[in-house]
């Protein structure tokens, strides 16, 4: 397999895009983009979507990149530009489990996430609770990635089902000199 240059990774929330984002940036030697740093400003204010969709337009106009997500506003466009989608396609429990490991360590840390913004107690327990998100948000995450796997017409997808395949996957890629890591928002 020559290395893909430009690469989704989707995957309900907790699923760890950004993880494995980073991963492949370091691997493949490709900028990633942290999306969440694209589509909040301080105060978790959301960036309009337009002005989202404006952001990613720019950063798939490039030649080379990762992005670790894709929402309904924009996600036509690294679709219709990227050599690889890599879906994170795990159980629920993982996923959940993930994402409730990593929101209780950021409310008790106040570790600072994306443009300065935090977790809260108020915020898990908000209706808008990302936790929530995830509930509600799985189904459709994995009907949409392996409906794009199915479809002939877009960019190969790669689904992994569990860590340890993932892991098995990675080693398989070439490897690529240059410049890696998240880019700045």
């Known amino acids: 397999m020559s290395a893909p240059r430009r690469i989704l990774v989707y995957g309900v929330y907790g699923s760890g895009k950004s993880t494995l984002a980073a991963r492949l940036a370091e691997h493949l030697g490709l900028q990633w983009y942290p999306v969440d740093d694209l589509l909040w400003q301080p105060g978790w204010v959301e960036v309009p979507v337009a002005q989202q969709r404006s952001r990613i337009e720019e950063i798939c106009r490039r030649d080379r990149w990762i992005i670790d997500g894709a929402y309904h506003g924009w996600r ?26 990593r929101t209780v360590r950021r409310v008790a840390t106040g570790e600072v996430i994306c443009n300065g913004n935090r977790e809260s107690l108020g915020s898990v327990l908000s209706a808008d609770s990302i936790l929530v998100w995830h509930v509600t948000a799985f189904g459709r995450a994995r009907r949409r990635m392996r409906a794009w796997r199915a479809d002939p017409s877009g960019p190969p997808v790669v689904l992994v089902r569990s860590p340890a395949e993932l892991d098995v996957w990675l080693g398989g890629l070439p490897r690529r000199r240059g410049r890696a890591g998240p880019a700045g928002g």
Not at 76 to 90: I, K, S, T
Request: aromatic letters at 12%; glycine letters at 8%.
């Open 76 to 101: 036509d466009v690294p679709l219709a530009r990227a050599d690889l989608v890599v879906g994170l396609d795990y159980p629920r429990w993982r996923s959940f489990g993930r994402l409730l490991r």
